[in-house]
């Protein structure tokens, strides 16, 4: 999945403006302009569509964990990532939506996608571990998709 798929997902799941976008983004100390929101959320085929880099992305999803969750003092700040994959994501959306990695196989089931415990487990190994596995587009797209059936039932058309 690409960063643009993730931003206009969760934008629909949390029922986010263009403004709420970038106040997303101002909380991880980055600032961006409403209008690179606005083009990062047009649809690909778009003319005005523009790619979201992968280190932008990082920066939103750190501020969707302050979003979501409060700023800590105690707690480290969350790094920035250079380079974004699934794994990645899926990882800190576990982290914004304060989820254990036991909810995630439930959230899947919403979305009438099955995988088992171990299968997740996996996905949130230290990737030198001999049972570490990425994270597919198809387990994401399906995490996604359950989670705004969670979060706004009946409203995962656009997911």
Known sequence: MTNNDILRSVRYMLDLSDAKMVAIF???GCDVPQT????WLKKDEDAAFRLCPDVLM???LNGLI?????KSDDAPT?????????TVFLKKLRIA???????????????????????????FRKPDHKNYRECGDQ???NFLKGLTLTLRPGGAKNA
């Open 66 to 70: 302050y979003h979501r969750r409060g």
């Open 36 to 39: 690179d929101v606005h083009a």
């Open 139 to 141: 387990i994401l797209r």
């Open 97 to 123: 939506f304060d989820l254990k990695t036991t909810d995630i196989p439930q959230i899947l089931q919403k979305a009438n996608f099955t995988v088992s415990q171990a299968e997740i487990g996996a996905i």
């Open 26 to 28: 101002a909380l991880a």
């Open 58 to 60: 990082g920066y939103f």
């Open 78 to 86: 969350p790094s920035v990532e250079r380079k974004m994959n699934n």
